[in-house]
């Protein structure tokens, strides 16, 4: 299991995001800079313990209605290698030293234990604490014969997400804006062969739930 170390970041997680943010196409913010607050998400481990995997919820504030946004991040000790457009930016870790933060999307470590989370091979852990399971997010996959690990890191972002096209004209996608579901029970699209859910606190002191991930088949309504 992955170690979280309570330590200091220069800059932190959230000012790098600040810089980051308004570049994406997924971004329905205005012109000036996001005020961002920590939401939720959750992390997953690198089975080699190498790079850090955490999905980050954070709502923006600065518009006239708060916009919460999933951020999927790797961290890495070392820059990855032809991965320079999904560089978020680097980071001193009081105990590690220098990170080089990614859009996970980008990272073949994260699309490979995304695609295990929701097959069901791994289990998602606590955003902030050492081995612990975080039991509110959850996942499905119905497929079958299906070889995730042939899904690529050739993402694509558009005003709500991100794609990445896998085998048999499958489709990964990431809901970057998130929308809360009625009654806390995100509905699947009727194409959708695999999800992942989870729960994140919304300005006024409640939390919503929703789809954070939805695995499509080639069919797509």
Same mark, same amino acid.
Request: some cysteine; aromatic content about 6%; overall charge negative.
């Given at each position: ?16 995001? =600040? ?10 913010? %205005?012109? %000036? ?8 998400? /959750? $992390? ?49 870790? %009081?105990?590690? %030293? *220098? ?23 791994? !289990?998602? !852990?606590? !955003? ?6 975080? *039991? ?22 558009? !005003? ?12 990964? $996608? ?31 002191? =409640?939390?919503? *739930?929703?789809? /954070?991930?939805?695995?499509? =088949?080639?069919? $797509?309504?």
């Amino acid at each position: 299991m992955a170690v979280i170390h309570h330590t200091a970041l220069k800059p932190t997680k959230l000012e790098l995001l =600040t810089s980051w943010l308004p570049s994406r196409p997924w971004y329905v913010g %205005g012109a %000036g800079e996001p005020e961002l607050a920590k939401a939720g998400g /959750f $992390r997953l481990d690198d089975p080699q313990g190498e790079v850090g995997i955490e999905f980050m919820v954070v709502t923006d504030t600065s518009g006239t209605h708060p916009t919460s946004y999933l951020v999927p991040l790797t961290y890495r000790g070392a820059a990855l290698d032809g991965a320079e457009h999904a560089l978020v930016g680097t980071m001193e870790h %009081g105990v590690l %030293g *220098r990170r080089w933060a990614y859009d996970g999307c980008h990272d073949p470590v994260l699309v490979a234990q995304l695609l295990a989370l929701i097959e069901g091979q791994v !289990q998602a !852990q606590d !955003q902030n604490t050492s081995d612990t399971p975080d *039991r509110e997010v959850t996942r499905s996959y119905i497929g079958g014969g299906l070889a995730l690990t042939d899904f690529t890191t050739t993402a694509t972002d558009d !005003q709500e997400g991100t794609e990445l096209p896998g085998p048999q004209g499958t489709t990964l $996608r990431l809901h970057r804006v998130l929308r809360p579901a009625p009654d806390n029970a995100p509905p699947l699209p009727p194409e959708a062969i695999g999800h992942v859910a989870g729960s994140w606190h919304v300005p006024d002191g =409640t939390r919503a *739930r929703g789809l /954070f991930v939805v695995l499509h =088949t080639g069919a $797509r309504a």
